[in-house]
């Protein structure tokens, strides 16, 4: 323990091992959190300089983390080895950035060893960190890279050498250092320290509190709670996982205590975990990557993901309910509106740098800026309360955590750096998405699912950023050869790149939630894929409903929202087979149907009669329904013995 930054490490570490690299680490995460916060908000460093230092400082303490925790000796050395040689490319890029300029970044000798072993740290790193399957990414895009002269046909290439891969992926903005790594300096290592600022002065426990106020005193009310708080937290977490860990060790025992059973609690924590990568404004980084690929205001990617968000949220805040009326549950006893008015008078000022972050983005503030701005902010307003008051130790934890949430993350973006750096040097990625519009010919169907099968594929067990950033090279290509607007075609990719995060085989974040809740992960990760239909059903809306990306004229997105918000809204009472009452399989089926009528796939402007008349019809069905489910609700409900009054 040192000052309370101490690691988690094994008992069989060393008192002064533990002392020194605790101290190392914290280093580390303060000179990052630096370099950081100058370069965002004066922007005086060079690209090229900046990345490389960052990922140098990132990694080498990710490295010293990793080595700390690991139980074998060997892996423990081979980390503490591995951080020394991260240091070396960013500080070598820096002294000798002219010199690379000069020669036209041709890579020399020395170049070529601090390349292998910047190679070596990303996939060590990345094995640490996230797993085999970008390490077998990596390795099969150098592999291709190095032996394209052996491939015949189409897919085959010259072959490049160490040399060229040494320039392109080191040397250059093309590779480890290209775009992906600038968006994690520039706001993904930036937003998560500000998330990581607000939570430690108080914020998330506001959130909390806000969702069981709200909801609370609602049948089911604990559930309720749980998806709320834990969609709005992940707004500034942006990790399904963490987010899971974070909040569903408060929110899934108290909805067993109500009555959840545990797979449905845990199934709701991971389901609503999951909401804050598809909610604005941080939506796990891939907002930030998504305007810089596409080239559009951060603005407006925020304002198209909203509606789509919100349908989300809008679905499983239903699903909840109804769960809670099947099973009758119970209330929230503690919980109601006296809890949200007391938190707001006396907690609410720890929601102005979140409100101070909209108000700064409206008003024309690069997001860059803005969170720095926020940053200053939440330090300022931290000492209005004992509760919301931090050290200066306080401040080093932060950066510490932060340092600790954003190093696999950074990791990610380095390997799909390199991925995408041989894609791009090659043609493999025009080739892939290619293939796609070969196979599905000209039906936009076809080509949609396809792409939906290939985005759900490549976004196994990735971070939302790394799984973004494949998919936007490798697939969404396939969509724009085929008219479909920028950013229709990238969300379309990016939310079928977060499925797996519920869905299994991997399903990380129901498997998370499983761990805690102690059910069956499998059992868990299927319910939690029926409370969260919508992150499968919505993209394609996106093609035939781009008014919920806010694509069109007002009244196409007016028509398309209120027609996604009844199709949607069906759908979810016909999964959950309760509406006031049970349903019998015929009414779920026929429920369905016209769900499905109401979201008919076609334009939302189309005015041929079918179309019209498919969509009236379910419309029709669906509020008939509901009436006719009430009605039955009220009619069984016990009347009051009004003789006894008299």
């Known amino acids: 323990m040192v000052n309370g930054l101490k690691l988690s490490a094994p008992s069989a570490r060393g008192e002064r091992e533990v002392v020194i690299v605790s101290l190392l680490f914290a280093l580390l995460a303060v000179a990052v959190t630096a370099l950081v916060v100058y370069g965002a908000y004066f922007g005086l460093i060079t690209a090229l300089i900046l990345r490389s230092l960052f990922f140098s400082l990132v990694a080498a303490g990710g490295l010293l983390f990793v080595g700390l925790n690991a139980e074998r000796n060997w892996t423990r050395y081979l980390c503490y080895a591995l951080a020394l040689v991260a240091l070396v490319p960013g500080f070598h890029l820096r002294q000798s950035y002219i010199d690379i300029v000069m020669r036209g970044a041709m890579a020399t000798e020395p170049d070529l060893w601090i390349f292998v072993g910047l190679m070596a740290v990303v996939l060590v790193l990345v094995r640490m960190s996230l797993g085999w399957a970008l390490i077998v990414l990596v390795a099969a895009s150098l592999a291709y890279a190095w032996f394209g002269d052996l491939i015949p046909g189409k897919y085959g290439h010259g072959g490049y050498d160490l040399r060229r891969l040494a320039s392109t992926l080191m040397l250059s903005t093309e590779g480890v250092y290209g775009l992906p790594m600038g968006v994690a300096v520039e706001y993904i290592f930036l937003f998560a320290l500000l998330g990581a600022l607000l939570m430690k002065i108080g914020t998330g426990e506001v959130f909390v509190a806000i969702a069981r106020g709200l909801t609370g005193r609602v049948q089911g009310g604990p559930g309720l709670s749980a998806a709320l708080s834990s969609a709005m937290l992940g707004t500034i977490n942006g990790s399904a996982v963490a987010n899971v860990v974070t909040t569903g060790t408060f929110t899934i025992p108290l909805m067993k205590r109500v009555g959840y059973s545990p797979t449905l609690a845990g199934a709701i924590e991971a389901a609503a975990s999951s909401a804050g990568q598809i909610l604005p404004p941080v939506m796990g980084a891939a907002a930030f990557l998504m305007a810089e690929i596409i080239g559009v205001p951060y603005a407006q990617i925020a304002l198209a993901a909203l509606v789509p968000g919100l349908l989300y949220v809008f679905a499983l805040m239903i699903a909840v309910r109804l769960e809670a009326g099947r099973l009758g549950l119970e209330r929230d006893r503690d919980a109601g509106l006296a809890l949200l008015a007391e938190t707001l008078v006396k ?76 894609l791009n040097l090659t043609g493999l990625g025009l080739m892939m998405s290619g293939l796609i519009v070969d196979l599905g010919g000209q039906n936009i169907w076809l080509i949609l699912i396809l792409t939906a099968l290939a985005s759900f594929v490549l976004g196994m067990g990735l971070p939302t950023s790394a799984a973004y950033l494949l998919l936007a090279v490798l697939v969404a290509p396939a ?117 499905l009528l109401t979201l008919w796939p076609t334009s939302v402007l189309a005015t041929d009669p079918a179309t019209l008349a498919a969509r009236l019809a379910g419309i029709v069905v669906i509020f008939a329904m509901m009436w006719l489910a009430l009605s039955a609700e009220r009619d069984a409900a016990p009347k009051p013995d009004i003789s006894k009054a008299k």
Do not use: Q
């Open 479 to 595: 969509l724009t050869r085929l008219g479909v607007p920028a950013i229709v075609a990238h969300m379309f990719i990016f939310y079928y790149g977060l499925a797996s995060a519920i869905t299994p085989p991997v399903a990380l974040a129901a498997y998370a939630a499983a761990s805690i809740s102690g059910a069956d992960a499998n059992r868990t990760a299927v319910e939690s894929v029926r409370l969260g239909f919508v992150k499968l059903l919505v993209p394609f809306l996106f093609v035939t409903m781009p008014g919920l990306l806010m694509i069109g004229s007002g009244f196409e997105i007016v028509v398309s929202i209120a027609l996604a918000t009844i199709g949607i809204g069906g759908l979810t009472v016909a999964f959950s087979g309760w509406a006031g009452r049970p349903l019998v399989a015929t009414e779920r089926l026929l429920l369905a149907a016209a769900s």
């Open 347 to 422: 907690r609410g000022y720890l929601l102005i740098p979140l409100l101070a972050l909209i108000g700064l983005l409206v008003a024309g503030y690069t997001p860059t800026r803005a969170a720095v701005l926020c940053i200053v902010c939440g330090l300022l307003i931290s000492p209005f309360s004992r509760l919301s008051r931090i050290s200066p130790l306080d401040l080093v934890v932060v950066c510490r955590d932060t340092l600790i949430a954003t190093m696999p993350i950074v990791a990610a973006v380095a390997a799909a750096g390199a991925v995408i750096g041989v």
